[in-house]
């Protein structure tokens, strides 16, 4: 999340324009909110964080298998199409919970994730939990990049552990720690291509009508803050993401591995 406190999260009203550090800005909300505020929007992101993974890499996975029955397989294109229909479909259905998360994160008040719920509803009906989601959307190039360039360097290691131009079907540790590294890289790159749609999705996301559509918002950013001003929160953001998407990747790939062997053998061991 981009650098926020109380003071930014008020329906358009004047920001900070000083740039805080990411220390500086636990140490104010720390002050301020106390150490719980450090924790908001946390049940939200745990109730969401399951669903979203499963709904995007079972989207991912069938949209690949698809892909390359009916068109040269594992080739880019196959990789950023079904990238791009993951991460539409993860967007579509989980948006609300990370819209609640988001609130909950810029409201000063300390008010519950079902409180926030009822406001929400009560002020924009169904269509207020989907303020912000054109700019989840653009933000499905992040998730392209990110999945092309992961692909892309997978194949090459793989191919560089190959003997005599054969893949071997084994896999050792050792490939899962280069996993983790190709996809710590393929999203540290992704991140910094894509990063303005996550500061637009926040600020879409804040109360009020300052912001009301995806490049709007962006325009606006950048004729108050400049540049700066939509690069707000990126270093945050890479620490985050980094190693959680290093080891997200290498969990999955160990997964599909052992499911693949599992079932596999299973098949051998009936016939």
């Known amino acids: 999340m ?26 104010h909300i720390v002050q301020t909110e106390g150490p719980k505020a450090l924790f908001k929007g946390l049940g939200p992101n745990i109730v969401g964080v399951a669903p979203s993974r499963a709904i995007y890499f079972c ?16 080739t880019p294109i196959v990789h950023l199409s079904a990238a791009s229909a993951a991460g539409f479909v993860s967007c579509t259905m989980t948006n609300p919970i990370w819209f609640v998360k988001t609130r909950l ?10 409180q926030c719920i009822k406001r929400i509803y009560a002020k924009s009906g169904i269509r207020g939990f989907y303020k912000g989601i054109t700019a989840s959307y653009m933000g499905i190039s992040e998730t392209v990049v990110h999945f092309v360039l992961y692909e892309g360097v997978k194949a090459r290691l793989i191919a560089a552990r190959s003997v005599d131009g054969v893949a071997s079907d ?75 998407t290093a080891i997200m990747m290498s969990t999955y790939e160990a997964v599909v591995y052992l499911l693949t062997t599992h079932f596999n ?7």
């Open 2 to 27: 981009s650098v926020r406190v109380q003071q930014y999260a008020r329906a358009g009203h004047a920001r900070t324009p000083s740039r805080m550090s990411l220390i500086q800005c636990i140490r």
């Open 105 to 114: 994160q810029l409201d000063g008040q300390h008010v519950t994730a079902l």
């Open 170 to 244: 084994q896999r050792s540790p050792r490939d899962f720690i280069e996993f983790m590294g190709a996809g710590a890289f393929s999203k540290t790159v992704a991140s910094c291509i894509a990063y303005p749609h996550e500061v637009a999705r926040t600020r879409l996301r804040e109360e009020g009508d300052k912001y009301r559509k995806f490049w709007q918002t962006l325009h606006t950013v950048w004729m108050e803050e400049g540049y700066r001003g939509v690069y707000r929160g990126l270093g945050t953001q890479l620490v985050r993401q980094i190693p959680n």
């Open 59 to 74: 989207t991912y996975s069938q949209a690949k298998a698809i892909l390359n029955q009916n068109i040269p397989p594992d």
């Open 265 to 271: 053998n299973s098949f051998y061991e009936n016939t």
